[in-house]
C-alpha cells in the first residue's frame, strides 16, 4: 500500500503559477502510475493529468493541455503538477492518486488518494 502526501497548493492570483507535489511513504512509485485530479466547490472530481511512472509518458485532460505540466523525479520519489497561466476556474482541491494497474485506470478510479491541496486563484 502507498500513502500519498500532496503539498504546494495556496492563493495566487491569475495569471500565475504554482508546484504542486505529491509525495509517497511506505513504498516508492516504481510499481504505479500516478494521476492529479481536481474538485471544484459544487462539481464532481476531475482528471487532470497522469504520467506512467516507468519511461514517463504523459496524459492530460482536454482542459489543462498546454498550461498544466506533470512530471516525476524518482530520486526524489516524488510527482509534481506545473500550473501556468492560473485562471479562476482552477481554483478547486487538487487530488493525487495512484494505482498499480494501468493507465486506464489510474485516469478513471485509481486505488489510492492523498488528502488533497487546495488550489485558490484569485481574479
Known amino acids: 500500500q502507498v500513502q500519498l502526501v500532496e503539498s504546494g497548493g495556496g492563493l495566487v492570483q491569475a495569471g500565475g503559477s504554482l508546484r504542486l507535489s505529491c509525495s509517497a511513504s511506505g513504498r516508492t512509485f516504481s510499481s504505479y502510475n500516478i494521476a492529479w485530479f481536481r474538485q471544484a466547490p459544487g462539481k464532481e472530481r476531475e482528471f487532470v493529468a497522469a504520467?506512467?511512472?516507468?519511461?514517463?509518458?504523459?496524459y492530460y485532460a482536454d482542459s489543462v493541455e498546454g498550461r498544466f505540466t506533470i512530471s516525476r523525479d524518482p530520486a526524489k520519489n516524488t510527482v509534481y503538477l506545473q500550473i501556468d497561466s492560473l485562471k479562476p476556474e482552477d481554483t478547486a482541491v487538487y487530488f493525487c492518486?495512484?494505482?498499480?494497474?494501468?493507465?486506464?485506470?489510474?485516469?478513471?478510479?485509481?486505488?489510492?488518494w492523498g488528502q488533497g491541496t487546495q488550489v485558490t486563484v484569485s481574479s
Open positions: 492518486a495512484a494505482d498499480s494497474r494501468s493507465m486506464m485506470v489510474v485516469n478513471k478510479s485509481p486505488s489510492y
Open positions: 504520467i506512467r511512472w516507468s519511461g514517463g509518458s504523459t
